[in-house]
């Protein structure tokens, strides 16, 4: 088949099936309404056709009532008439409401409720007689034709009223027969169409097959070699990354030392001259001697400053006494800074020097967080061995926030993320607004890393001497 015969076909299909299916929804949507229609008639005619049968029946009840209480005098004979004459007003008012939309049948069914309010009436007056002990007069009424005249009356009038009702419940279901029927044949059309526009559909499909064969062939190799460049990419990358965070922290180092070599030096030696003054001074100098104070005491403060800064560039303590106790130091002095409660759990871990700079920069990294936007009142600091790795997590009850709604600028949490995938981890972040925040981090135990056994014990920070498990908090 040629591409123009092709675009024919499918020209031709669509409008078919579209047309098809407009046409099975107006035969269906109007064959709906019209039976609904019918059945809601069939309904109201059904409910009056029950309606004055239940006359005819309160009528009975009415009279069997009232016949009792007359031959007996008990009481309990007229709880029937009263209920049955209670019920044939309310039936008597839906009737009416219903035959004023029915003039052919309103002078029929007026005949009916007049001739009931005289069988009622005519009821009731024999009723008086009985409860005044006018036993001539009731029996007198009885004999009358007038209640015979007008049961007779009111069971004419029903028998016309339900005669017309019963013609038109049988209208109705033939209007309800014939929409089926129209129905029926609507959808035997449509469904023959739709059987046409589908097999054009399938012939189509058909010739396209192998055209789309081909195109998925074409696209999978297009995607392969995609997929290929990506991963070359995604690897230079990730070397990139770790090449630049391997240069800050060699900045970091040697700026780290020039501040120890350079600064320090030259703070120590101001320190010693202040001293050297001081002694030499006479007593009788005491503003001098103050002002010397002073200048100590700020350059006391200038190399409490540059061991601070030396320590946020390079902490020594991490490669003179390990990650642990480099934790420990971190989240005391953050605990004395910041006024937070600080409870920690470390287990000493077999990391490298690598991993180990970067559990530490983790926690430091989630600390600083911490104290710019928590407003928590404690915080949780946990490192211990999992399978083959370790889990490192910082947990605060701060004011927490919404993850999926962090800012595309929020540099911490994207760094901390790069660092942690770099030695080869995954991290996470779990937050809920006013419940607190946690991030955590897994890593994996380096082959070199894992000769030595996983230490077991859990050392913290400020001791409790009565804590069971461990747990310190500060």
């Given at each position: 088949?040629?591409?123009?015969?092709?675009?024919?076909?499918?020209?031709?299909?669509?409008?078919?099936?579209?047309?098809?299916?407009?046409?099975?929804?107006?035969?269906?949507?109007?064959?709906?309404?019209?039976?609904?229609?019918?059945?809601?008639?069939?309904?109201?005619?059904?409910?009056?056709?029950?309606?004055?049968?239940?006359?005819?029946?309160?009528?009975?009840?009415?009279?069997?009532?009232?016949?009792?209480?007359?031959?007996?005098?008990?009481?309990?004979?007229?709880?029937?008439?009263?209920?049955?004459?209670?019920q044939i007003g309310s039936v008597l008012g839906r009737l009416t409401s219903y035959y004023r939309t029915q003039p052919g049948q309103l002078e029929d069914f007026e005949t009916l409720a007049r001739a009931m309010e005289k069988k009622i009436s005519?009821?009731?007056?024999?009723?008086?007689?009985?409860?005044?002990?006018?036993?001539?007069?009731?029996?007198?009424?009885?004999?009358?034709?007038?209640?015979?005249?007008?049961?007779?009356?009111?069971?004419?009038?029903?028998?016309?009223?339900?005669?017309?009702?019963?013609?038109?419940?049988?209208?109705?279901?033939?209007?309800?027969?014939?929409?089926?029927?129209?129905?029926?044949?609507?959808?035997?059309?449509?469904?023959?169409?739709?059987?046409?526009?589908?097999?054009?559909?399938?012939?189509?499909?058909?010739?396209?097959?192998?055209?789309?064969?081909?195109?998925?062939?074409?696209?999978?190799?297009?995607?392969?070699?995609?997929?290929?460049?990506?991963?070359?990419?995604?690897?230079?990358?990730?070397?990139?990354?770790?090449?630049?965070?391997?240069?800050?922290?060699?900045?970091?180092?040697?700026?780290?030392?020039?501040?120890?070599?350079?600064?320090?030096?030259?703070?120590?030696?101001?320190?010693?001259?202040?001293?050297?003054?001081?002694?030499?001074?006479?007593?009788?100098?005491?503003?001098?001697?103050?002002?010397?104070?002073?200048?100590?005491?700020?350059?006391?403060?200038?190399?409490?400053?540059?061991?601070?800064?030396?320590?946020?560039?390079?902490?020594?303590?991490?490669?003179?006494?390990?990650?642990?106790?480099?934790?420990?130091?971190?989240?005391?002095?953050?605990?004395?800074?910041?006024?937070?409660?600080?409870?920690?759990?470390?287990?000493?871990?077999?990391?490298g020097e690598s991993a180990d700079l970067t559990v530490y920069r983790f926690v430091q990294e989630a600390l600083t967080n911490i104290a710019r936007h928590a407003q928590a009142k404690r915080v949780d600091v946990l490192l211990r061995a999992v399978?083959?790795?370790?889990?490192?997590?910082?947990?605060?009850?701060?004011?927490?926030?919404?993850?999926?709604?962090?800012?595309?600028?929020?540099?911490?949490?994207?760094?901390?993320?790069?660092?942690?995938?770099?030695?080869?981890?995954?991290?996470?972040?779990?937050?809920?607004?006013?419940?607190?925040?946690?991030?955590?981090?897994?890593?994996?135990?380096?082959?070199?890393?894992?000769?030595?056994?996983?230490?077991?014990?859990?050392?913290?920070?400020?001791?409790?001497?009565?804590?069971?498990?461990?747990?310190?908090?500060?």
């Amino acid at each position: 088949m040629t591409q123009a015969l092709r675009r024919r076909t499918a020209a031709l299909s669509f409008p078919l099936a579209l047309l098809t299916a407009l046409a099975l929804l107006l035969v269906s949507e109007l064959a709906y309404n019209r039976s609904m229609a019918a059945l809601q008639d069939t309904t109201h005619a059904f409910q009056v056709r029950l309606d004055i049968s239940r006359l005819l029946r309160l009528m009975v009840d009415a009279e069997s009532g009232q016949r009792g209480y007359l031959l007996t005098g008990k009481a309990n004979y007229l709880e029937p008439y009263a209920a049955a004459t209670g019920q044939i007003g309310s039936v008597l008012g839906r009737l009416t409401s219903y035959y004023r939309t029915q003039p052919g049948q309103l002078e029929d069914f007026e005949t009916l409720a007049r001739a009931m309010e005289k069988k009622i009436s005519e009821l009731d007056l024999s009723l008086k007689m009985r409860r005044e002990g006018r036993d001539e007069a009731w029996q007198a009424l009885l004999e009358t034709d007038i209640g015979r005249e007008a049961q007779e009356t009111i069971r004419a009038a029903a028998e016309r009223l339900g005669r017309v009702e019963s013609e038109r419940l049988q209208a109705h279901q033939a209007q309800v027969t014939r929409t089926l029927l129209i129905s029926r044949l609507g959808v035997g059309s449509m469904t023959v169409l739709s059987v046409l526009a589908f097999y054009l559909y399938l012939r189509q499909a058909r010739e396209l097959v192998a055209e789309r064969e081909r195109k998925r062939l074409a696209l999978q190799a297009e995607r392969d070699a995609l997929d290929g460049q990506v991963q070359r990419r995604t690897a230079q990358l990730t070397e990139l990354m770790q090449h630049l965070q391997t240069m800050q922290e060699t900045e970091r180092s040697h700026l780290a030392r020039e501040l120890h070599d350079e600064l320090g030096a030259l703070l120590t030696s101001a320190k010693l001259d202040v001293a050297r003054l001081k002694s030499r001074l006479p007593d009788r100098a005491p503003e001098v001697i103050e002002r010397l104070d002073h200048l100590s005491e700020v350059l006391n403060n200038g190399i409490a400053l540059k061991r601070r800064i030396i320590e946020d560039l390079r902490p020594s303590a991490l490669g003179h006494l390990g990650l642990v106790a480099s934790l420990e130091i971190l989240t005391r002095e953050f605990g004395q800074r910041s006024g937070l409660a600080m409870h920690t759990e470390l287990q000493a871990v077999p990391l490298g020097e690598s991993a180990d700079l970067t559990v530490y920069r983790f926690v430091q990294e989630a600390l600083t967080n911490i104290a710019r936007h928590a407003q928590a009142k404690r915080v949780d600091v946990l490192l211990r061995a999992v399978d083959g790795g370790i889990d490192v997590s910082v947990h605060d009850d701060g004011a927490g926030f919404d993850p999926q709604a962090v800012r595309s600028n929020a540099h911490g949490l994207v760094g901390m993320r790069y660092r942690v995938q770099a030695e080869g981890g995954r991290m996470q972040v779990q937050s809920q607004p006013g419940q607190g925040s946690r991030v955590s981090a897994w890593l994996p135990v380096r082959a070199a890393a894992a000769v030595g056994a996983v230490a077991g014990k859990v050392i913290g920070t400020a001791a409790s001497p009565d804590d069971a498990t461990g747990s310190q908090t500060a």
